[in-house]
């Protein structure tokens, strides 16, 4: 059976869509049955609304893809048949750990057992379990629906049949898996946004920028490159090659790279001061939260479906 198996957080959901979009059945489980029931509500309320903008994935329609989405209670009845099973619960190690745990006596030896967890090592969540080889963690980008890239990364005692299965199956369902040849604190995305956040953050604290021109910087300079091809392919397009870059950048890149000021704290005057733009701008009420991350999705739709244009031509 294809059925795969979920909880029913904000992730969890999503990912359900995702899924369900790609064709696959999908058990949604929860300890309480209000959750499944609000949950599978909720999903319904959101396909529909992606049918009416015309951004719904997935040859299939509302209906059918609602169809191959049921829900569950009872963990063993969940686990039965299911050949890949994604874990969404919050981002609490110990909580992880105790599902793993329980997973870990119920499931065959045939599942794939997967995390959504966006900073806990894959040694940290399954170390000592009997299915070691089996668990890897499949780090989506919120919102996964829109954003499809998935880290894959592995325990070391992870079997590399895993690793290929899950790199397959995220393909399968239109997603954009990368593989992590080995685990490392904050993955790779996190890594990439700590560096411009903490140099962000210096160059505001310096006095050199304002906070809202900061992210001008991003949003309508290198944020509008890194679209479409990344800071590797930028370097090689920049120059005839990447060799020829290094060759009339190297020395310019590592005098920036040696004026880096030290990690910052992330606290105090800097962090008042930015808090003070951000909020002259949106103010952090939720009214006003929602409304622009409702904004914002509705970019990433538009920015999804003109990139999936581009590739097609």
Same mark, same amino acid.
């Given at each position: 059976a294809d059925a795969?198996?979920?909880? #029913?957080?904000l992730i969890g959901r999503s990912w359900a869509m995702v899924?369900?979009?790609?064709?696959?059945?999908v058990k949604l489980y929860d300890v309480a049955q209000e959750q499944l029931t609000s949950a599978l509500e909720n999903i319904r309320q959101q396909m529909k609304e992606l049918k009416e903008s015309g951004f719904l994935k997935g040859a299939l329609s509302v209906e059918q893809q609602l169809a191959l989405i049921s829900v569950c209670t009872d963990l063993k009845a969940a686990v039965e048949g299911a050949t890949f099973i994604q874990e969404c619960t919050p981002e609490n190690l110990e909580l992880k750990k105790k599902i793993f745990g329980q997973l870990d006596l119920i499931v065959g030896d045939n599942v794939i057992l997967s995390s959504s967890t966006s900073c806990l090592l894959p040694s940290k969540l399954f170390t000592g379990l009997k299915h070691v080889k089996q668990c890897i963690v499949s780090h989506p980008v919120n919102p996964p629906y829109f954003v499809p890239l998935v880290e894959i990364v592995p325990h070391p005692e992870t079997d590399p049949s895993t690793t290929e299965r899950t790199y397959a199956l995220m393909k399968k369902?239109?997603?954009?898996?990368?593989? $992590?040849?080995?685990?490392?604190?904050?993955?790779? $995305?996190?890594?990439?946004?700590?560096?411009?956040?903490?140099?962000?953050?210096?160059?505001?604290?310096?006095?050199?920028?304002?906070?809202?021109?900061?992210?001008?910087?991003?949003?309508?300079?290198?944020?509008?490159?890194?679209?479409?091809?990344?800071? $590797?392919?930028?370097?090689? $397009?920049?120059?005839?090659?990447? #060799?020829?870059?290094?060759?009339?950048?190297?020395?310019?890149?590592?005098?920036?790279?040696?004026?880096?000021?030290?990690?910052?704290?992330? #606290?105090?005057?800097?962090?008042?001061?930015?808090?003070?733009?951000m909020c002259e701008k949106i103010p952090s009420v939720p009214k006003v939260l929602d409304a622009r991350r409702k904004w914002r999705d509705d970019c990433l739709t538009g920015l999804a479906k003109l990139k999936k244009e581009m590739k097609t031509d």
């Open positions: 795969y198996f979920l909880f #029913s957080g899924f369900a979009a790609g064709g696959l059945k369902i239109g997603q954009s898996p990368v593989k $992590l040849n080995r685990e490392i604190e904050g993955f790779v $995305l996190n890594r990439l946004q700590y560096a411009v956040i903490s140099e962000a953050w210096r160059l505001v604290g310096e006095g050199v920028i304002s906070p809202t021109d900061l992210d001008l910087v991003m949003s309508d300079g290198l944020g509008m490159r890194y679209a479409f091809i990344g800071p $590797l392919e930028t370097m090689h $397009l920049n120059a005839e090659g990447i #060799s020829n870059y290094c060759e009339r950048y190297r020395e310019g890149m590592k005098l920036v790279l040696n004026t880096f000021g030290p990690v910052p704290e992330f #606290s105090g005057e800097i962090e008042q001061k930015i808090n003070q733009a």
